[in-house]
């Protein structure tokens, strides 16, 4: 069965740095399309990054562009989201999924949170 666990988050002031981590297991992981989205108390699910399968290709929503990086490795099953000079509104619970033959994965989440 498809499995998708992400690990990292924590609580850091603004400024700060983190980096979240995916583990995938069940699929076939280099095949996939593999995404980082997050959603903040009382608001939608957002995207926040893209990379394709082969990691040639990345996207990412304005808010974090510069700032953040998705990357992967495929030889691990790992998914990537380093996040640089963290904001408060980066606050949000941080979702890994994929994309795979037509269908949509996702995982638990892991909480991030940027305070003072």
């Known amino acids: 069965q498809v499995q998708l666990v992400e690990s990292g988050g924590g609580l850091v002031q603004p400024g700060e740095s983190l980096r979240l981590s995916c583990a995938a297991s069940g699929f076939r992981f280099s095949s996939a399309v593999m995404r980082w989205s997050r959603q903040a108390p009382g608001k939608e699910r957002d995207l926040v990054a893209v990379i394709t399968s082969a990691g040639s290709s990345t996207n990412y929503a304005d808010s974090v562009k510069g700032r953040f990086t998705i990357s992967r490795d495929n030889a691990k099953n790992t998914v990537y989201l380093q996040m640089n000079s963290l904001k408060p509104e980066d606050t949000a619970v941080y979702y890994c999924?994929?994309?795979?033959?037509?269908?949509?994965?996702w995982g638990q989440g892991t909480q991030v949170t940027v305070s003072s």
């Open positions: 999924s994929a994309v795979y033959s037509g269908s949509y994965y």
